[in-house]
């Protein structure tokens, strides 16, 4: 049989009504979720247990035998439960010989053991076939039908046909597997569920420290500065005005450190000549996490926009507005409009909100439920063009929030410039190199490269 009809065969739902038995070792909480799942999607469940008593807990349209009973009436067995419980199974090696045993298990930390469970269970009973599977998936996503953030099911196994059965069957759940390869694989499979949030480490301590760094630079010259010299005690800015400067400066400077890898990116083919170098490791991380840096300053600019409009509700806004009207009177004068202040307080204003729209936008693309829907060329220029787009507008509303100031003396305090002045370099960087990287005589070699063209072609073996 040739390689399209065997691909064709995989891909070919199974229009027979009857499933096949399956046998679960273990009654615990996991094998009796997944035998419940299963006898809803019409699988005959037969569990292995020391005991032939029904507990009350088993799926009542379950059989419950004995070890090698239920072995028997299954070709596939799924082995619910801990590796340190695995050596009565070589008591049953004669009835599993054959079988596709399905291993499940899970560790307490990382690497564990030297081999993986299902390695190890391969070793104790060589003349089964072994397939990893299920351990990503938990048991009340299974029990609650919530299945929708764990609907993948990594597979791998040494034995082909072993493998498709399984996967058959995880078709039949209603779930996705993934066929990671051979058992080499179970050690990364058996890990995947310890890692915590593993693409967001990067992205959440480098948020961390960058809002540390933001924070106590406002606190510097917004309290501590004005404490010294002007004997104003503002300590209260801690929880509107401090918060509401480090906000819209961590989200510039996030959404910023998105773009600025394919900037450094497009420099590195530049300069090689070539596509087919990989990227120094510490970029490959950085491009990876790119999406979690944009959630991440998408957020902060989310608090930014609710800090900004609760701000008229502070009584140091209502106090300082009084303050105003009172001077006013006293001194009998009124102060005409500053047209040119009008003009940039609307236009600052105009900019940070349709900046926000296009980064909202930005994020719900980024969701896999809107980003399957679209091919990768709309996806592209989603988050390339209109990425572009969003970072222009957010940049180009603090700009125009600073105004004059960048030029004057008084907006230094300590001869430190002010925090929106910081979270400008990232972004106005990112711009400027990539202006002159999409100069006609720039990116026409640049898209020579990667279309292929070498500089050096022995660089491409």
């Excluded at 179970?186 to 760094?213: D, H, R």
């Excluded at 490959?284 to 701000?311: E, N, P, Y």
């Excluded at 004059?404 to 430190?416: I, Q």
Aim: some cysteine; aromatic content about 12%.
């Amino acid at each position: 049989m040739n390689k399209n009809s065997s691909n064709m065969m995989a891909l070919a739902p199974n229009t027979s009504n009857k499933r096949e038995t399956v046998c679960i070792f273990g009654t615990g909480d996991f094998g009796r979720a997944l035998g419940h799942k299963m006898i809803q999607s019409g699988y005959p469940v037969v569990y292995g247990s020391r005991s032939s008593q029904i507990s009350n807990l088993i799926p009542k349209d379950a059989e419950v035998l004995g070890h090698a009973e239920a072995a028997q009436k299954a070709a596939v067995i799924i082995i619910a439960i801990q590796r340190q419980h695995y050596n009565f199974l070589t008591k049953l090696a004669d009835v599993l010989h054959g079988k596709v045993l399905v291993d499940i298990s899970n560790n307490l930390k990382l690497n564990q053991y030297p081999e993986s469970n299902a390695e190890y269970l391969a070793q104790l009973l060589p003349g089964s076939k072994v397939v990893k599977g299920f351990n990503t998936v938990s048991a009340w996503a299974l029990q609650s039908g919530t299945l929708d953030a764990s609907r993948q099911v990594f597979i791998c196994g040494d034995d082909v046909e072993a493998k498709q059965m399984v996967m058959n069957i995880v078709r039949g759940l209603g779930l996705t597997p993934v066929d990671k390869g051979s058992l080499l694989a179970a050690q990364e499979i058996e890990n995947y569920p310890l890692q915590l949030f593993p693409t967001w480490k990067f992205p959440i301590f480098l948020s961390l420290g960058l809002g540390l760094f933001y924070f106590f630079y406002c606190l510097a010259l917004d309290v501590i500065y004005t404490y010294i010299y002007e004997n104003n005690n503002f300590s209260f800015f801690i929880a509107i005005t401090v918060p509401n400067q480090v906000f819209p400066a961590m989200a510039l400077t996030l959404f910023g450190l998105v773009y600025l890898p394919g900037i450094f990116a497009a420099i590195i083919q530049l300069y090689r000549g070539t596509k087919y170098r990989r990227f120094p490791d510490w970029l490959d991380k950085w491009m990876l996490c790119r999406k979690q840096l944009g959630l991440i300053a998408l957020a902060f600019a989310s608090l930014h926009a609710v800090f900004t409009l609760v701000s008229p509700l502070r009584a140091f806004s209502s106090w300082r507005t009084s303050r105003q009207i009172v001077s006013q009177a006293l001194n009998n004068q009124t102060q005409p409009l500053d047209h040119t202040n009008a003009w940039r307080s609307d236009s600052y204003l105009a900019l940070g909100m349709l900046g926000f729209f296009v980064f909202v936008l930005l994020g719900i693309t980024s969701l896999p439920s809107v980003s399957n829907s679209v091919n990768w060329r709309e996806f592209r220029f989603i988050q390339s063009k209109l990425g572009y787009l969003a970072l222009i507008l957010c940049t180009a509303h603090v700009l125009i929030y600073g105004g004059d100031w960048f030029l004057n003396p008084a907006a230094y305090k300590w001869y430190l410039p002010d925090t929106y002045m910081l979270s400008l370099i990232v972004p106005c960087t990112v711009l400027v190199v990539k202006f002159v990287l999409i100069l006609p005589c720039v990116d026409k070699h640049l898209t020579k490269i990667r279309q292929g063209w070498e500089r050096n072609p022995r660089y491409s073996e």
